[in-house]
Nanobody, 121 residues
Framework: QVQLVESGGGLVQPGGSLRLSCATSGNIFSINAMGWYRQAPGKQRELVATITSAGSTSYADSVKGRFTISRDNTKSTVYLQMNTLTPEDTAVYYC???????????????WGQGTQVTISS
């Protein structure tokens, strides 16, 4: 089994910054990719950023230049640095990992519990 624990959400003013963390643990054989989705009330889920096993990154156009996805030295924790935040960034942010567990022979997607990010003056 794999666990993903998110932290770092909260309330900030427009123009502020937040850093989200997502720590993974469990009987993981390999990780293919990690990333972040967000979902605001009444809107569809949006892919925000991804990082592959090779370290390549991609971003939604709405956050490009403001957000940075990264991982730690052990590659077990993924981060999302969010700068110049606007009210349009308000959402629940979910991290995910595409991983192969030792009990399986193919990759599956696992999700964090979500963390609320609110930008308001």
């Amino acid at each position: 089994q794999v666990q993903l624990v998110e932290s770092g959400g909260g309330l900030v003013q427009p123009g502020g910054s937040l850093r989200l963390s997502c720590a993974t643990s469990g009987n993981i054989f390999s990780i293919n990719a990690m990333g972040w989705y967000r979902q605001a009330p009444g809107k569809q889920r949006e892919l925000v950023a991804t990082i592959t096993s090779a370290g390549s990154t991609s971003y939604a156009d709405s956050v490009k230049g403001r957000f940075t996805i990264s991982r730690d030295n052990t590659k077990s924790t993924v981060y999302l640095q969010m700068n110049t935040l606007t009210p349009e960034d308000t959402a629940v942010y979910y991290c995910y990992v595409d991983a192969i567990l030792r009990r399986y022979t193919s990759g599956r997607r696992y999700w964090g519990q979500g963390t609320q990010v609110t930008i308001s003056s």
